[in-house]
């Protein structure tokens, strides 16, 4: 475990030389809350939704536009990059696992952007536009347990996505529906909860709520005790159901490795 804590580190600091990303990361992610509170504003003024009011959504917005700088899908673009350049026969030659060495990389971007620019930016947002305490200490327990069912099935689905370049050599339109998808089910900027019953019924049963909704909707006590724990159960099932069908598409693609022009 050793040589992927190394990894992590190495991963991590690798960002504190890109600071200049940094702050444009914190601006833009002002920016796209500044966006959806005024979106917000103009839809829900003084009144509610549903026991929806602007607070709940300013929280929301905050919450959800944080996350979104954590999850891990940009390994897709790493991965799809070192097999086309033949950079990935060398990590092959590495005494580790990759998917694990992957995860460790991951880990530590996210762990850099987690310090330097979620949290700058969700406070800068709470001194902006206010921000909801947790419903509870049992939601805020809950919500860490969402945020790292987050990371995980963001890393498996980013994973499985670029495992496809063994046999495509390129990943672009499978990354493009993948991101199509998560926009359209994560809830990100719309909740789950202002969906039309069909379409809700069936963003509920996909993984891509784990990367937005379900987070913020678990800090926010908008979903109830057994509806919350069902939830999060459903989350644990498809983070062990995307890790099954990773490693199972690993020991594939391994045995069809074809470096393009190598």
């Not at 880990?107 to 947790?134: D, K």
């Not at 347990?145 to 987050?150: E, M, T």
């Not at 495509?168 to 019953?197: D, E, Y």
């Not at 963003?203 to 939830?231: D, H, I, K, N, W």
């Amino acid at each position: 475990m050793r040589t992927y804590w190394a990894f992590f580190r190495k991963a991590f600091k690798k960002h504190l030389a890109y600071r200049a990303e940094v702050w444009l990361r914190i601006i833009g992610g002002i920016l796209s809350i500044t966006v959806q509170v005024a979106i917000w504003r103009a839809v829900l003024g003084e009144g509610s939704y549903s026991g929806i009011d602007l607070a709940d959504m300013v929280t929301y917005a905050i919450i959800t536009t944080g996350l979104g700088t954590l999850l891990m899908q940009g390994l897709v673009t790493d991965a799809d990059d070192r097999l086309r350049t033949g950079d990935i026969a060398v990590d092959l030659l590495k005494p580790l696992r990759y998917p694990l060495f992957l995860f460790a990389d991951q880990l530590g971007r996210s762990a850099f952007q987690c310090l330097f620019t979620m949290v700058p930016t969700v406070a800068i947002a709470w001194l902006l536009f206010g921000f909801n305490a947790p419903a509870s200490p049992v939601h805020a327990l809950a919500f860490v347990l969402a945020l790292v069912l987050a990371l995980v099935i963001s890393y498996a689905i980013g994973f499985l996505v670029a495992l496809l370049a063994f046999w495509f050599l390129t990943t672009f339109h499978f990354a493009w529906a993948v991101g199509a998808l998560s926009t359209a089910f994560a809830g990100t900027f719309l909740p789950l909860w202002f969906f039309p019953p069909g379409w809700e019924m069936l963003a509920r049963s996909l993984p891509f709520q784990f990367m937005g909704f379900v987070p913020a909707a678990t800090y926010m006590g908008e979903l109830p005790g057994r509806e919350l724990m069902l939830t999060l159960g459903l989350g644990l099932l498809w983070a062990a159901t995307l890790l099954g069908a990773i490693r199972w598409l690993w020991s594939a693609s391994i045995r069809r490795l074809v470096i393009q022009g190598g």
